[in-house]
């Protein structure tokens, strides 16, 4: 969500005249976006606040946008009070804050006779720009912003506001200016994805979404991420299953594997319901692909309890599963209410113990995909590689000096490992 919001922003910006610059120091304008998900990350959005501090001393004219969850959608005196060298503070996904300050300011600059367009320009693009002007094959589309869930450990909901769908219509509208500008795959996304459309008419709901968007020529693919296990119906697997666009690959987050920590948590399933989710979900699209996310070290998790959800994952054997140390945020129920008692040291060695297991699962599920041919959308070139993803979404990269930028080919898998695998371009592609 804040790359896509991020590209929201210089979208903008670009529309407004400026251009990306390789250096803080050569900038006339710094955006700093930012993510207080967890507290490291809280913690290097302060850090790189002080270090761009000194530009502003050497520079006034400098303006500096502080964006993201650590503005928040509330006003935020102490945080105004703490950086008052920064000049606009922008919530969550809205850049309007700093387009209405450069306009007021000599950063942008009107020539004679262009006042009424640049005004036009103003109110019906810069000011509410989309997500659509992407750079690149694959792109961020968010369709849900905030969350109206508040599990116990969450923040999001606190900084990113109440749940809202964006309208039916003007995601299309946007994909399509996506597709028509050379993108091949979109994402779209949501805190919880699957409740696009609740608070919209009927009939615009995440299913229909996605065959309504499988009808733009030259998209290949559709994602979305991420889901909720109480949200994942049948009528939205089977969409997966029929659909060629939709990859099958389904973001799910567990979050614990123990009854009782998922209670704590707030997140209204039991180990046995994600256990059923996941078989449902293997049943309806064959060949799928499952990530999920887990936090350890959560307030009062027992070491039997964190043994409950080693064990779950290794009875699953998920294709991905993102790993995090529980960490207090603000206002969370979690921190108002619970002990963080889980030492630090343990939260890592936890943390250490899934790695390890979720390395040995997935080196062993694509081991499977050696000697398979399967198609790859290829987005950029590593080095001397061309880096893709199967619809599984599994890294591979293939060497060649042919250029296939954008190409869906079907691949040869000559190596697997963990994390990525080597494969060569089928000679019926050539």
């Known amino acids: 969500m804040n790359v896509a919001d991020s590209l929201r922003v210089s979208n903008a910006l670009e529309q407004m005249g400026y ?77 309007g804050p700093l387009i209405s300050h450069l ?15 640049r005004h036009a320009l103003m109110d019906e693009e810069v000011s509410l720009p989309g997500y659509d002007r992407a750079q690149g094959v694959t792109a961020f589309l968010p369709v849900v912003l905030g969350c109206s869930h508040a599990c116990t450990y969450c923040v999001i909901p606190y900084r990113r506001g109440i749940e809202e769908s964006r309208p039916f219509n003007q995601v299309v509208a946007e994909a399509e200016r996506m597709v028509a500008s050379g993108v091949r795959e979109i994402t779209l996304l949501g805190q919880i994805v ?21 009808q733009i020529s030259g998209l290949a693919r559709i994602r979305f991420l ?29 979050q614990a594997g123990d009854n009782t920590v998922l209670e704590n948590m707030r997140r209204g399933y039991t180990r046995d319901d994600y256990r059923q989710l996941v078989a449902r979900i293997r049943r309806r699209i064959p060949g799928v692909s499952i990530a999920t996310d887990i936090i350890v070290g959560f307030p009062g998790e027992t070491e039997e309890q964190f043994q409950q959800t080693y064990d779950l994952l290794e009875e699953l054997r998920l294709d991905v599963a ?13 921190t ?43 987005e950029e070139k590593h080095k001397d590689r061309w880096r893709g993803r199967t619809e599984t979404n599994k890294l591979v990269f ?4 042919d250029h296939l930028r954008g190409q869906l080919l079907p691949v040869h898998i000559t190596w697997t490992g963990p994390w990525s695998m080597l494969g060569e371009i089928s000679p019926a592609a050539k």
């Not at 666009?245 to 973001?251: K, N």
Request: charged share 25%; with cysteine.
């Open 19 to 95: 251009e990306p610059v390789g250096a803080p120091e050569t900038a006339d304008v710094i955006v700093l976006n930012t993510c207080v998900v967890r507290q490291s990350a809280e913690d290097k959005a302060y850090g790189r606040l002080s270090s761009i501090r000194p530009l502003k001393d050497a520079n006034p004219g400098l303006v500096i946008n502080l964006m993201g969850c650590l503005v928040g959608v509330k006003n935020n005196p102490a945080l105004r009070q703490r950086f008052p060298y920064v000049d606009v503070f922008s919530p969550p996904s809205d850049p």
């Open 322 to 334: 993102h790993l995090a140390r529980y960490s207090p945020r603000p206002n969370t129920v979690a």
């Open 398 to 401: 293939v060497e060649t000096n």
């Open 103 to 117: 306009l007021q300011t000599h950063h942008h600059q009107m020539q004679a006779g262009e006042t009424a367009e």
């Open 194 to 214: 699957d409740r696009y459309g609740k608070d919209l008419p009927p009939g615009q709901d995440l299913p229909a979404l996605l065959r309504h968007l499988s």
């Open 226 to 254: 991420t889901s909720h296990p109480n949200w994942m119906t049948d009528e939205l697997l089977d969409t997966v299953a029929e659909i060629e666009q939709v990859c099958p690959h389904i973001e799910v987050p567990v």
């Open 336 to 378: 108002r209410q619970m002990m963080d008692d889980v030492s630090a040291a343990e939260k890592m060695r936890r943390f250490r113990l899934l790695e390890q297991q979720q390395e040995r699962i997935v080196g062993e599920i694509h081991a499977g995909y050696l000697g398979r041919t399967v198609p790859v959308l290829f």
